[in-house]
């Protein structure tokens, strides 16, 4: 157990649908990762939190987008969905910020859009 | 631009035998590299890592190598037992991101 979770674990909708993928880091982590992982693309870097704020932006759709709360949880809204969008959702957290740190990484929110 | 690959999609060893797992890493201003292990249907797991003022780290069972001067890295696990099978990714790190490899599925025959 890496002590980062995410909510749910598994999420059905349609296209067109708008989601909310929840995640919780370690606690004392500051900084919060999210990654898309499908079949074809691997492991893709979304979009990086550190205390509050964006910190760094990677593959991330306009149709997505995310938030980090003063209680340090985070959240990823997927809009307008589409099939393409299914995949793995990873939350991972690290005590701060930098390419240096490891990453803990959470259970995973697998979508299906349908 | 950075890229992380790993040589070998898949890797099939017999149990008790030693897996090497190969990583090419481009990027020369990496600095620090991650393995991470990822069973099925589960989140990564971080196994061992290492920063490149060192060529050689030891964990328990695995041990990770670095040659900066060729761009390269490998986890080698010993007496690979059943519950390694999984995939295996590289990560590079340099300044404010991780980058990954595709990942290797290892296979552990009884």
């Known amino acids: 157990d890496s002590g980062v979770t995410q909510t749910p674990k598994h999420l059905i909708t349609a296209t067109g649908q708008r989601v909310t993928l929840r995640c919780s880091p370690r606690s004392g982590d500051l900084s919060v990762y999210w990654y898309q992982q499908s079949l074809d693309q691997g492991l893709q870097f979304l979009i990086q939190y550190y205390n509050g704020e964006e910190r760094a932006k990677g593959n991330i759709l306009e149709r997505f987008s995310a938030q980090q709360f003063p209680d340090l949880h985070s959240e990823l809204n997927l809009s307008s969905l589409e099939l393409g969008d299914s995949a793995l959702y990873f939350c991972?957290?690290?005590?701060?910020?930098?390419?240096?740190?490891?990453?803990?990484f959470g259970p995973g929110t697998r979508l299906l859009v349908l | 631009g950075e890229s992380v690959g790993l040589h070998l999609p898949t890797l099939s060893v017999q149990e008790g035998d030693n897996s090497i797992i190969n990583c090419a890493y481009s990027n020369s201003a990496s600095d620090y590299f991650i393995w991470y292990k990822q069973e099925s249907g589960k989140g990564p797991q971080f196994i061992i890592d290492i920063r490149s003022n060192m060529d050689k780290r030891q964990g328990q069972r695995v041990t990770v190598l670095l040659n900066k001067t060729v761009k390269h890295l490998s986890l080698q696990i010993a007496a690979t037992q059943p519950g390694d099978s999984a995939v295996y990714f590289c990560?590079?790190?340099?300044?404010?991101?991780?980058?990954f490899g595709k990942g290797t599925l290892l296979t552990v025959n009884p």
């Open positions: 991972a957290s690290s005590e701060n910020t930098g390419g240096r740190e490891t990453q803990y």
């Open positions: 990560a590079e790190g340099s300044n404010y991101k991780l980058t």
